[in-house]
């Protein structure tokens, strides 16, 4: 299994996908803002937006926060302008970390992911050093015990997607970037009701840790994710399926 597979179930073990339900709004908010502005409001003619939405569906979010978002972005309502910005750096024990924001103050984006990093006993790497181990894919993930693996994996397949897999109980649903939305929206359509669906950041090879270390790790991704601006963090981590979240 990929290193991203195992990062997506351990997420689901630690309930993260309820618990910062919040927090996914507030960033869902922002990407249909910002795709909304760069490529209008029509997701018919803006796939960046059309993408947006149906993460948005995916999380359950109440459809007039998307109908405001949006119209910020339009500039039907006022709203903030966000710039987009990518760090790269090392977690402890060499990690290569993927760090996406949408930020209104560079300056203090900056300033807080270096200081979660260092605090953490991580740092920032130059532009391209960490990036190179990474491709863009589409995941989306599904319950083994709610979804027939065949079904999904035989409309999966049929709608586009470039790999199914289960890993300890969550099934994930791999794409190109380009026909994530297309995939999801046939899957929703066949009745299979997602854990999670994005776009993210999945390594080629992956990092192997010991338990104390694959902790820090962890612990400092889950900072980092907390932060405001932040968007999201994809990592080369490998997370052994004996791995003991306690």
Do not use: C
Request: hydrophobic content about 35%; aromatic content about 6%; charged content about 30%.
């Amino acid at each position: 299994m990929s290193g991203h597979s195992k990062w997506a179930t351990i997420k689901h073990k630690k309930g993260a996908l309820d618990a910062k339900r919040g927090k996914l709004f507030t960033k869902i908010i922002k990407e249909l803002t910002v795709a909304a502005r760069m490529g209008g409001g029509d997701p018919e003619m803006n796939p960046r937006l059309r993408t947006s939405i149906l993460k948005a569906k995916a999380a359950n979010m109440p459809k007039d926060n998307m109908e405001k978002a949006i119209k910020k972005g339009t500039g039907d309502l006022e709203g903030v302008d966000y710039i987009e910005l990518q760090y790269e750096a090392y977690a402890p024990g060499g990690v290569g970390l993927i760090i996406e924001t949408l930020t209104d103050n560079k300056n203090r984006t900056a300033a807080n992911v270096k200081s979660i990093l260092t605090k953490g006993g991580g740092q920032l790497a130059a532009q391209g050093a960490v990036s190179y181990q990474f491709n863009r894919k589409g995941i989306i993930t599904y319950s083994a015990e709610s979804v027939d693996f065949d079904s999904l994996f035989e409309a999966a397949l049929e709608a586009g997607a470039e790999d199914v897999a289960d890993d300890n109980g969550i099934i994930e649903v791999t794409t190109e970037p380009g026909d994530f939305a297309n995939v999801l929206e046939a899957l929703q359509e066949g009745g299979f009701e997602q854990l999670g669906a994005e776009t993210t950041m999945v390594p080629d090879t992956t990092v192997e840790l010991n338990d104390e270390k694959i902790t820090k790790v962890l612990n400092l991704i889950d900072k980092i994710e907390d932060d405001d601006d932040v968007q999201s963090v994809s990592s080369n981590l490998n997370i052994p399926d004996n791995f003991d979240m306690a």
